[in-house]
């Protein structure tokens, strides 16, 4: 056989056995299908598939085929998460500033003290910190993951729920987007390379010439022409971040920030973000799982998520209701935006993508950090339906 059609194998059973099981088994209420296809990477990877059929795990992901993938995987993240940072809408967040400083601020600090609490027991046993990692970035690293909303499958989960386009879908977001913009500064500040700090100051100062630039031909240029240059302003911003020390994804979120979703339109947006994860974010699922260990032991991975979801569900349930009491929300509010705020999967992986490739954090807290993911984003739909049907007025519907 060929590489091209080992490759063509690997596709088929990327695409095939997560929509299946999601198709048949019909676990869109607590498991979406992106859901099922971060699950399926995981046991499709060496920890699961490759410990109970090494023989055949190693016939079809063999180093020629894990190398194709991993580069599909890179562009389909960039992607991703140059769209989520076109799609933040912070003029809002300015507009309710007040209201939103509050309710953000405690529910990344919240869970990010508690994760960073958990880090630190964590640490206690070794085989968490990587060999390029600083103990701080490590408690950091894994406290912010512990914070972080992802914000696109926010915005899918409450389109499901019917509740984006309401007021109360729309505070919610602007929630989600300051603290987007948070987690990827701290990201930076965890990353900061005193090695590399001139190349850093050559690109932010870079960009920030660039990114003048580019807003005054944007505006020159018809919406057809905007998409190509668009994804050349992306490639460059990744290539830039990168070589400055970062990291091709702070690159990539960075190029979408400076860009205003109206210059391509909003349902154009939503086609493309739906189009990229269909068509090539579930490479990057399958990447993500090959990279899962469990070098020390699966109870113990299981213990140290268990420990990382309680930290992010307490910490973020508690900020939340915080800042409820202060803005005196009605009663039950709080308990609702901090269930849907819970949402992890994506952009909370991509994260932790950068702290293993930067060798800040290990194999093994890696698959911990995914295991949390996964286990808080299936969690977020069983917990919020119940409580919109309670709080049906708060949709602005009639009771």
């Excluded at 990477?41 to 190398?67: D, K, Q, S």
């Excluded at 809002?92 to 003290?113: C, F, N, V, Y």
Aim: proline share 4%; with cysteine; hydrophobic share 60%.
């Amino acid at each position: 056989m060929t590489i091209n059609e080992f490759y063509l194998i690997a596709l088929l059973i990327i695409f095939a056995l997560p929509w299946l099981f999601w198709r048949l088994l019909r676990t869109e209420y607590f498991a979406p299908l992106v859901v099922v296809q971060i699950v399926g990477g995981i046991l499709l990877g060496p920890g699961v598939l490759g410990a109970a059929m090494p023989e055949y795990y190693a016939f079809v992901f063999r180093p020629e085929v894990i190398g194709m993938l991993n580069g599909v995987a890179v562009w389909a993240v960039m992607l991703f998460v140059w769209i989520a940072g076109i799609e933040l809408d912070l003029s809002q967040a300015w507009k309710h500033r007040r209201e939103t400083s509050i309710t953000a601020g405690l529910a990344l600090g919240m869970p990010l003290l508690l994760g960073s609490l958990a880090a630190l027991l964590i640490l206690r046993w070794p085989g968490w910190q990587g060999p390029e990692g600083a103990t701080w970035q490590v408690i950091v690293g894994l406290g912010m993951a512990c914070a972080v909303t992802a914000l696109p499958i926010l915005v899918l989960f409450m389109e499901k729920l019917a509740i984006l386009r309401e007021p109360l879908g729309q505070r919610i977001l602007r929630y989600a987007s300051l603290d987007d913009i948070a987690i990827w500064g701290v990201l930076a500040l965890i990353l900061l390379d005193w090695e590399r700090i001139g190349r850093q100051l050559v690109f932010l100062v870079g960009f920030a010439i660039a990114t003048w630039l580019i807003r005054r031909l944007m505006v020159r240029l018809s919406q057809q022409d905007r998409w190509p240059v668009g994804l050349i302003w992306l490639a460059l911003c990744g290539l830039a971040g990168d070589w400055s020390g970062m990291h091709f994804m702070v690159g990539a979120f960075l190029a979408g920030v400076v860009l205003d979703a109206d210059w391509y339109g909003h349902e154009a947006m939503d086609r493309f973000r739906n189009v990229v994860l269909l068509t090539i974010m579930p490479v990057f699922f399958l990447s993500t799982g090959l990279r899962t260990e469990w070098d020390v032991g699966g109870t113990v991975v299981f213990a140290a998520a268990a420990a990382l979801l309680l930290a992010a569900v307490a910490g973020k349930l508690i900020g939340v209701a915080l800042a409820g009491r202060i803005l005196g929300w009605a009663k039950g509010e709080a308990s609702l935006i901090g269930w849907l705020l819970q949402t992890k999967a994506l952009i909370m992986i991509i994260f932790a993508n950068i702290l293993l490739d930067k060798q800040i954090i290990t194999n093994t807290a890696f698959t911990a950090l995914l295991l949390m993911a996964v286990a808080s984003t299936m969690l977020t739909i069983p917990m919020v339906t119940p409580m919109l049907k309670r709080l049906d007025a708060l949709k602005g519907r009639d009771a």
